[in-house]
Structures are given as structure tokens and as C-alpha cells.
């Protein structure tokens, strides 16, 4: 059963049933939101995760709902520690993604909002795989640092606007995003923010990120409610 709980404000500490999984995510959704970003951690991170905490924060004063949800369970979380096999099974965190956007569906808080997935390294081949596997379920696409190589043969057939952004000192992973940004076929960017490195430490360079991101998904978002307000497909 999936169950939802206040924990302050208008953030709530919900669970997920997907199969036999149960997942904890923070749900935040203010009365006017525009949207709800989904957000997909991966290389050993989780809804804690302090830069992701702070996109979030940002998408949430630009008027964009959130969910943090984490795409593995504790146990999971302490084999991948040791393993770090399961951040790279993009198969297992998509199906998950997928999982909680179908939540957000049934959801009376959210149901009517169109959601945007922002993927964190691996978490963005994840959102990626989401969205082309669900095009019906995902409206945007943000990758920050992110591995979107990991979707694949997918990648031609996502349809939500996607934006890549990388560091510009991520030299393997620029490369890994040019590669992907090739095969993609629909509306898409690629942002390289100039003297950040993979986890965009430096001053300035994650509010960039931020902003990218919130303009964005305010765009995309936005325009994927008014579509659906007059029944356009």
C-alpha cells in the first residue's frame, strides 16, 4: 500500500509500493504549481543528497513541484556501497523511476501536473530510458553531469525536450553527452558550464545549473498543462 505522511510544510515523506520494493521520497507541492520535477539519483547518492537538495530548492521557488525519491532501498543502498553494481543498472533504477511517476499519476495533488525527470549521473541514463520507454509519462528532461550513454538504442526514441548540462572541466563525460545528444531526435540542448567540474563544486556553477534547469521545466512543463487543459495530445 502506498502511504504518505506529513512531515512539515507542505513537504511530505511518502512511500511507494513498486512490486516488492517499498521506496521513501520527499514530496513537495505547492497549491500553484506549474509542474512536478521527479528527481533520479544515481552513483551512490539518494534524496539526501545535498546538490540535488539545492536544484530542488530552486525548481520550488520558481514554482515547480518535487519529488526526492530514492530509487533504492536501504539494503539495496549498503549491497551497491560495496558492489556499485546496482547505480549502473539502468534497467532497475528506470523501472523505479517509472514506478513513482505512475504514483504521481494517481495522486489528487498531482495528478493534473505534467512531470519533468532530472537525472544526476547515472540517474540520467535512467530518465532518459523513463521517458523513452513512457513518453506519455514524462514531458521534460534535465541531465546535470549526468551518463545518458547508459540508455542506449533508446535514446532516438525519446520525445521529451531534454536538456544535457555538463562541467566543463568533465572532459570524459562531455564526450559521453555529445555522443548521446547525437542520437537524440527530439527538441534538445547542451549546456557546458565553463570551469565546473563532474559534481559542479564550483562557486557559481550549481546555481547555473539550477536555473538551466528551473527554465527548463517551467517551459516545458507549462506548456505540456496547457496542452492537456485543451485536450491536445
Known amino acids: 500500500m502506498n502511504q504518505e505522511v506529513e512531515v512539515h510544510g ?3 515523506l511518502i ?15 505547492q497549491a500553484d504549481a506549474r509542474g512536478i520535477v521527479l528527481f ?3 552513483s551512490g547518492s539518494s534524496r539526501h543528497s545535498p546538490r540535488n537538495r539545492f536544484v530542488a530548492d530552486v525548481l520550488q521557488n520558481g514554482g515547480l513541484a518535487t519529488l526526492l525519491i530514492d530509487l533504492l532501498t536501504q539494503d539495496e543502498e549498503r549491497i551497491d556501497a560495496r558492489t556499485a553494481h546496482l547505480r549502473f543498472d539502468i534497467g532497475l533504477l528506470a523501472g523505479r523511476l517509472t514506478g513513482a511517476a505512475v504514483w504521481l499519476k ?7 501536473l505534467g512531470i519533468g525527470c532530472f537525472g544526476a549521473s547515472t540517474g540520467g541514463g535512467a530518465a532518459l530510458l523513463t521517458a523513452a520507454q513512457h513518453p506519455d509519462l514524462v514531458d521534460a528532461v534535465v541531465s546535470r553531469g549526468g551518463r545518458p550513454d547508459l540508455a542506449g538504442p533508446a535514446l532516438p526514441r525519446v520525445k521529451a525536450p531534454t536538456l544535457l548540462i555538463v562541467g566543463g572541466e568533465d572532459t570524459p563525460v562531455i564526450r559521453m553527452n555529445e555522443e548521446a545528444f547525437a ?39 507549462g506548456l505540456g498543462s496547457r496542452q492537456r487543459a485543451v485536450g491536445q495530445p
Open 10 to 12: 507542505s513537504e511530505r
Open 15 to 29: 512511500q511507494v509500493t513498486i512490486g516488492p520494493v517499498t521506496l521513501e521520497g520527499d514530496l513537495h507541492v
Open 40 to 42: 533520479a539519483h544515481g
Open 106 to 112: 494517481q495522486q489528487p495533488a498531482t495528478r493534473d
Open 183 to 221: 542520437q537524440l531526435r527530439c527538441e534538445r540542448r547542451l549546456e557546458i558550464v565553463p570551469g565546473a567540474t563532474h559534481l559542479f563544486e564550483e562557486p557559481g556553477t550549481l546555481e547555473q545549473v539550477a536555473r538551466l534547469a528551473r527554465d527548463w521545466f517551467s517551459h516545458y512543463l
